[in-house]
């Protein structure tokens, strides 16, 4: 399964609702769109009948009305709250249509001078007291009737949805025929609802499904200037004056090859994001991101940052506090009107829990965000190795993964998690970290750096016994797939049949051996070389631990911390297992095929993967594809239906309500949610 690119030469039909009046040609002209199932020329142009340049100028309306996207899906609220890009809040009107011509040029065209507007519903559909749909669906043939004083009315079945207009043109001499042609696409919208249907495949998806599709790791992009006004008012003028500094430190790109070599400074993230026009403004747009859900086959996305991923780990405590206060103030004021379907996660710097706290607390209590977004380690300067004066980058660093020996006690952060019923979200990488340090190549450095980081802090977690004395805390690693936790879980299994304490004590103590038989075999078997050596041998018993005895040995671990898994008194490898798939959920991305895994019931690895899309990123080419590319994995037959329920609904809901019974209240997804987890 393989990512797909734009070049299908498809026309992108598009919805858009209330932009400033443009018509760069008139609209509906025989140049500008190319019809399915017409014939056109070698241009792709259709031929022109007779005295057609004569017609008076064709404009396309389409009816803004409530709508449902799918089957089974809840509707679609109206909001009192202005959307993001409304300046200022305005009534419902007739929407927009834009066309993408195919040569990178829109075509955008709103009916002028409108006086009034008829609509019939067809058999069986239900109207509101203001004319408007309460009952749409795909596939819904509707019959609308429009006036319009300054444009001609035209009728045509649209493409897909099957919806028509009836078209009545006041001019003499006007060709009804002529102007059937060429309305290519009407779809019906509600100005603050689903401006943007594109029946994709993963429309289609979802369209066959009896669940809701819940997306457990979707990003947008911050616009840099609005970021900046958020951060100037966090913390002036100042420090986005340093922010702007760092962001643009280009020292990678200034030196020479010869240079970077010798310092090891590895390559940094270039064209991380994708280039498709539409979906870069959709990754950059709160308001087109949630009128395209429909087009991503998506009821219900948990959006989380881009920008804050690169700094919530900043060394520098300013940058880094400011930076997350800001993005988290941003996002939950962009992305507020469209709650009922998306939720940003707010980003919370680690580096002591103090900070973590603090920002937590003001996401959720303050700002109202239900999802944390932590850094899942902090990469600390080795004391040993500190000298006044130097920088970061110049001292040896460790990672520290914040359960295990960290030198700070994160306990009181995951409680206040559990305080503020919110699940702990990772999401950090390894790149630049050891092994993963290339000067040239951003595939070596990024090539499982995701499930790096995501497989140390999984086992400082269980290990250190944070997930033992947090038993109601869940914990989502994003972005690195399961295939890492399939085997992480095995290890763990496989590791604690041979080193828990009693394991430990009855295999592999030196005290065990048995001298004197050992003495007669090396006689026996070895010869005189070993009869000679038997005393030295036995002083040098353990090749790990050179030149100690036996009791030497055993006397010298009994001093030190002995049981490995001490922290999690589990008493056997399936508790174990259990231990760990009930409190980790992993992020999957729609084209990694080894998610199947997750769902083997053989051996240790039934574990919890969420469907996470990825938008926003350069491993997503067309945002339209990635419900459509996991579903590939039950017509391959690697998963069953059921399992991609679990998959794309079940698993990503579980994940927040468990701590948060609430989660999904006021959300389209809620009574559907509340079913299939009862």
């Known amino acids: 399964m393989h990512r797909r690119g734009h070049g299908d030469g498809e026309a992108k039909r598009q919805l858009g609702a209330d932009v400033p009046d443009v018509v760069h040609r008139p609209a509906g002209h025989p140049h500008d769109v190319v019809l399915p199932g017409l014939q056109h020329d070698a ?39 202005p959307l993001v890009g409304d300046d200022p809040p305005r009534p419902r009107r007739l929407a927009h249509l834009r066309h993408d011509v195919g040569d990178g040029r829109v075509e955008h065209v709103r009916p002028r001078g409108v006086r009034g507007v008829r609509r019939r519903g067809a058999l069986g559909e239900t109207l509101d007291h203001d004319g408007h749909s309460t009952s749409f669906r795909p596939g819904f043939s509707g019959l609308v009737d429009v006036v319009c004083p300054t444009a001609p009315l035209v009728e045509s079945i649209a493409c897909g949805v099957g919806w028509r207009t009836r078209a009545r043109h006041a001019g003499p001499g006007t060709d009804r025929e002529y102007h059937r042609r060429q309305v290519t696409h009407v779809v019906p919208v509600e100005e603050h609802t689903m401006a943007y249907l594109k029946h994709s495949k993963s429309a289609a998806v979802r369209a066959r499904l009896d669940h809701p599709v819940v997306d457990g790791d979707g990003h947008w992009l911050e616009p840099m200037p609005i970021f900046l006004d958020y951060l100037r008012d966090v913390a002036g003028p100042a420090v986005v004056e340093t922010f702007i500094k760092k962001a643009t430190d280009t020292t990678w790109y200034d030196i020479t090859p010869e240079e970077r070599l010798r310092r090891r400074i590895h390559r940094p993230t270039w064209w991380g994001e994708p280039a498709g026009t539409l979906d870069r403004a959709t990754a950059m747009v709160p308001r087109l991101f949630y009128e395209r859900l429909d087009d991503f086959g998506i009821d219900f996305c948990v959006l989380y940052t881009s920008l804050g991923l690169f700094w919530v780990s900043n060394p520098d405590e300013e940058i880094r506090r400011a930076v997350s206060r800001a993005v988290n103030r941003m996002n939950a004021e962009m992305f507020k009107p469209y709650a009922h379907r998306i939720t940003p996660a707010a980003v919370v710097p680690m580096h002591t829990p103090d900070e973590a706290i603090e920002e937590a607390t003001y996401a959720v209590r303050e700002l109202g965000l239900k999802v944390l977004m932590i850094a899942n380690h902090v990469r600390r300067p080795v004391p040993a190795f500190m000298r006044e004066g130097a920088e970061p980058n110049q001292v040896r660093l460790y990672m520290d993964s914040l359960g295990l020996e960290s030198p700070y006690d994160y306990d009181p952060f995951w409680q206040r998690c559990i305080d503020l019923k919110v699940a702990v979200t990772a999401h950090s990488g390894s790149m630049g970290t050891q092994w993963r340090e290339s000067v040239w190549s951003f595939t070596y450095n990024h090539i499982g750096h995701f499930a790096n980081a995501s497989h140390a802090f999984a086992r400082a977690l269980i290990l250190g016994g944070v997930t033992h004395r947090f038993p109601q805390l869940r914990f989502a690693m994003l972005e690195g797939g399961v295939g890492w936790a399939c085997n992480l879980v095995t290890d763990l299994v496989g590791h604690w049949e041979r080193r828990h304490r009693e394991a430990m004590e009855s295999q592999t103590r030196p005290t065990n051996l048995d001298l004197q038989q050992l003495k007669e075999l090396f006689r026996e078997y070895g010869g005189r070389v070993y009869e000679e050596k038997t005393d030295e041998i036995f002083r040098s018993i353990n090749l790990a631990e050179a030149f100690k005895t036996p009791e030497e040995l055993t006397e ?14 589990v008493r056997s490898g399936e508790e174990l297992r259990q231990h760990f798939a009930e409190r980790f959920f992993f992020g999957c991305e729609a084209d990694d095929p080894i998610t199947a895994w997750a769902f ?79």
Not at 655 to 670: A, I, Q, R, S, Y
């Open 43 to 81: 241009s792709g142009q259709l031929p022109l009948e007779p005295a057609a340049e004569h017609h008076p100028p064709l404009v396309e309306v389409a009816m803004p009305v409530r709508t449902v996207a799918a089957a089974g899906r809840a509707r679609d609220q109206r909001h009192e709250l």
């Open 556 to 569: 010298r671990a009994y001093r030190q911390p002995f049981d490995d898994f001490g922290a999690v008194p």
């Open 600 to 678: 083997d019931r053989h051996g240790n690895h039934r574990l919890r993967p969420i469907f996470s899309s990825d938008v926003g990123h350069f491993d997503v080419p067309d945002m339209s594809e990635v419900l459509e590319e996991a579903w590939e994995m039950v017509e391959h037959g690697l998963i069953t239906e059921d399992n991609f329920r679990e998959f794309v609904c079940e698993n990503p809901a579980r994940l927040h309500t468990t701590l948060n019974p609430d989660f999904f209240k006021g959300t389209v997804v809620e009574s559907a949610v509340a079913k299939l987890l009862k």
